[in-house]
């Protein structure tokens, strides 16, 4: 499976926009990328995917790079409750099958 | 549907006693997928079901680890002769077959398991 570097931790202020980035400079053409994040104390939840192309949902949006050796996860207005780890994942194909998780970026907000 | 639950969510045992853990999936839900998570460090896959059959085993699944799905729904993760490095939560997660929501994994509370 394709690697992804991330930075082990990341500062934001409450209600500002926070960028988080990610690298897969071995990323095949059919390896998703997948972010989930990690709340204290909870089991991992599904946060955005994508392909190629930009994604919007209402949690967060995912750019992705031309070459798509890199993406950013953005949440658009930090809240407290987004203080977490994410993790940023690639997965082949678009079903079924294992995720390998990194060590994630833990987020901490400030208010 | 309450999302996928796990039982017990706290468990303590003295090393070398076996241990199991049970995970109920959403209902419907095909896939089913076992994960270990210690300190600092993200989810590492353990196993996967699909129904009954386990399709997928991870080499940090040793023989003192199994994983069953009987009738497709439920699953028990069994630890025998338990070590302190079998310390960690134990995670399971599941996935529709098919449609949209096949892409994502839906993951319980998990099991904490310390081991004296």
């Known amino acids: 499976d394709a690697k992804t570097t991330q930075p082990n931790s990341m500062e934001s202020n409450e209600e500002e926009p926070v960028h988080l980035p990610c690298n897969h400079s071995t990323i095949s053409g059919t390896d998703y990328i997948h972010w989930y994040r990690q709340l204290p104390s909870q089991g991992p939840e599904y946060v955005i995917h994508?392909?190629?192309s930009n994604v919007n949902n209402r949690m967060a949006s995912l750019a992705i790079a031309e070459d798509r050796k890199s993406s950013t996860l953005i949440l658009h207005r930090a809240t407290l409750r987004d203080a977490a780890v994410y993790y940023c994942?690639?997965?082949?194909?678009?079903?079924?099958?294992?995720?390998?998780f990194g060590q994630g970026t833990e987020l901490s907000v400030k208010p | 549907d309450t999302g996928v639950s796990q039982d017990p969510r706290h468990k303590i045992t003295k090393r070398g006693q076996n241990v199991t853990f049970r995970c109920d999936p959403i209902?419907?839900?095909?896939?089913l997928y076992w994960y270990r998570q210690t300190l600092g460090q993200g989810p590492e896959f353990l196993t996967y079901f699909q129904n009954e059959a386990q399709l997928e085993k991870s080499r940090l699944l040793s023989d003192r680890f199994s994983a069953e799905r009987p009738k497709g729904s439920f699953s028990t993760l069994e630890i025998q002769r338990t070590e302190q490095g079998d310390s960690a939560m134990y995670l399971c997660a599941s996935s529709p077959l098919k449609g949209g929501g096949a892409r994502f994994r839906f993951f319980g509370p998990g099991t904490r398991l310390t081991v004296l």
């Open positions: 209902s419907e839900h095909n896939r």
């Open positions: 994942i690639l997965k082949y194909g678009n079903q079924g099958g294992k995720l390998i």
């Open positions: 994508g392909l190629t």
